[in-house]
């Protein structure tokens, strides 16, 4: 198969114009994953057309990006994995996860490694043999494929949202709870809170006098707790200088789900249902806190607070997962169409 230039200069234009259309998606909307996923379709479709630009005789172009997405996926996965070196925090999930993520990486070197000496023996086998191998390189390396093009998506999407610049003059300032650790408030979900009260402090200082949002930290009970969330963050608020009128403490809430719905609740009750309202969460969690307010109906911008690097990969896949089973029909559909797209290049890979 030899792709001419007028399909490789054709490609290219459809990727310039899927990223364009990703552009405009985000200026419109940019709490769906949709703009992720043109984006990502977008370089998929550049990185293609530059592949049969230098090699037009190569089939295998198309499954480049999937394998990007695979490897970088599969990393992911042994660095959360790795932890099950330390016996004191082995899982099932991390044994999981290692295996996973070691098999997700393999089998993109494989394939890679495979593609590479198919090309190299073209001149000293015949077609049928080439294509062969073709079919069984192609296999190899999508059978991460899919996984490795959502993650990518994901990943395009929350990078692109961290450019999206809030909106001023917030309803409230929500900051949503993750955890105490000994009754006490930790470092990450004081990151939280200090994000918030300088976002607060920033808007108060531009709304009129004795105006300004209010502050709702949110977070519940857990059973190893013993307090709720929401009043240690309180307290913490409190103690660095948020005046406690402006503070409106929610104490019930146990997911992320609840954090906004019970949230929403509490500015109702206090009349506060015009306008929009800022969501403060740590970085990598702000991809899916953006889908879950949209998906609720709560017209709000999310911001991060920074993170320490050491707790990102763990919490980002984390993060990936649950973003996934916000959109469960969604992926089984892609999945039969990625099993369907599998089969017709394979196909066409035969059929040279």
Do not use: K
């Not at 990223?19 to 769906?32: C, D, Q, S």
């Not at 049928?128 to 490795?148: E, F, N």
């Not at 929500?174 to 000994?182: F, K, N, Q």
């Amino acid at each position: 198969m030899v792709v001419g230039p007028a399909a490789t200069a054709a490609l290219a234009g459809v990727g310039a114009g899927l990223l364009g259309l990703g552009a405009v998606a985000l200026r419109a909307e940019p709490r769906r994953w949709r703009v992720g996923v043109l984006l990502a379709a977008g370089l998929w479709s550049l990185m293609t057309a530059a592949t049969w630009a230098a090699a037009p005789t190569s089939p295998l172009a198309p499954v480049l990006l999937p394998a990007v997405g695979a490897l970088l996926l599969g990393l992911l996965l042994v660095v959360t994995g790795l932890r099950v070196l330390r016996p004191e925090g082995r899982t099932r999930l991390d044994v999981a996860a290692l295996a996973l993520g070691v098999a997700m990486v393999g089998a993109t070197l494989a394939g890679l490694a495979l593609l590479g000496s198919a090309g190299s023996a073209a001149g000293a086998v015949g077609a049928p043999a080439v294509a062969a191998a073709d079919v069984v390189t192609l296999v190899v390396l999508l059978l991460p494929g899919l996984p490795g093009l959502s993650f990518l998506s994901y990943l395009l999407y929350c990078l692109a949202h961290r450019g999206h610049r809030p909106r001023p003059a917030p309803s409230a300032v929500v900051v949503l709870g993750s955890g105490l650790v000994g009754g006490t408030v930790p470092q990450l979900l004081a990151h939280r809170l200090d994000a918030g009260a300088a976002v607060w402090r920033a808007e108060r200082e531009r709304a009129r006098p004795g105006d300004g949002p209010l502050l709702v930290p949110s977070g519940g009970q857990g059973d190893d707790e013993p307090m709720a969330e929401g009043v240690a963050m309180t307290a913490y608020l409190v103690a660095n200088g948020v005046p406690p009128g402006r503070v409106a403490t929610e104490d019930r809430a146990t997911t992320t789900e609840e954090n906004l719905l019970l949230s929403r609740e509490i500015l109702r009750a206090r009349g506060l249902v015009d306008g929009h309202v800022r969501v403060v969460t740590s970085g990598y969690h702000v991809g899916r806190a953006a889908l879950l307010t949209r998906r609720l109906g709560i017209d709000a911008d999310v911001s991060g607070a920074p993170t320490a690097w050491t707790f990102v990969p763990t919490a980002f896949l984390r993060e990936v997962l649950g973003a996934v089973t916000l959109h469960p029909r969604l992926h089984l559909g892609a999945l039969a169409a990625w099993a369907v797209a599998t089969g017709l290049l394979a196909y066409a890979v035969l059929a040279g």
